[in-house]
C-alpha cells in the first residue's frame, strides 16, 4: 500500500463517521467524574437547605478592624477666571456649531471663524495652564514621589 491510499482510506473513514454522534465519555475531562455537578441538588439535601433559616447568615459579627476605611477626600480646588472661561470656550464653541446645525441657525463666515477660535484657544490656554514641570519644591532629587 502507498502512503496515498492510505491517506485516502483515512479521509474515507472520516467522511462516512461524519454524521455519527460522538460517544459521551469522561476520558476527554481533565477533571474526575465525582466533580461533576448534577443539573438538580438531591431531594433531601434540598430539603435541608429550606429549613435553614435565612436570617442567620447575615447576622454575622463583623470586624471593622480588619478594613480600610479612606479618609474623606480634600476639596475640589477654586477655579479662577481664566480656567472657567477656558472650559466655557473649549465647550461653548462646539456646542454653538452643533446648535447651529441641528435648528438651522444662519451661520456666517465669522461666526463659524469665532467658534473655531473659541474651542482652539480653550484648548491651548487649559494646556498652557496645566504646569507639567516638577513642583517648585522638589529639591534636587526627583526620586519616588508618593
Known amino acids: 500500500m502507498t502512503p496515498q491510499s492510505d ?13 455519527e ?4 465519555t469522561s476520558a476527554g475531562q481533565p477533571w474526575p467524574d ?6 438538580e441538588p438531591p ?5 435541608e437547605e429550606d429549613t ?8 454575622e459579627p463583623v470586624d471593622d478592624e480588619d478594613h480600610y476605611i479612606p479618609p474623606p477626600p480634600p476639596p475640589l480646588p477654586r477655579a479662577d477666571g481664566v480656567a472657567k472661561l477656558a472650559w466655557a470656550a473649549l465647550f461653548g464653541g462646539p456646542a454653538y456649531l452643533l446648535l447651529a446645525a441641528l435648528l438651522s441657525w444662519p451661520m456666517d463666515g465669522w461666526i463659524v471663524f469665532a467658534a473655531v477660535a473659541a474651542f482652539i484657544g480653550g484648548f491651548v490656554a487649559l494646556v498652557v495652564r496645566m504646569g507639567d514641570g516638577p513642583p517648585a519644591d522638589s529639591g534636587w532629587d526627583d526620586g519616588a514621589v508618593i
Open 7 to 19: 491517506e485516502d482510506e483515512v479521509w474515507r473513514q472520516i467522511v462516512a463517521s461524519f454524521n
Open 21 to 24: 454522534k460522538a460517544e459521551d
Open 34 to 39: 465525582r466533580e461533576n455537578v448534577p443539573d
Open 43 to 47: 431531594a433531601e439535601k434540598k430539603e
Open 52 to 59: 435553614e433559616p435565612v436570617q442567620a447568615a447575615v447576622q
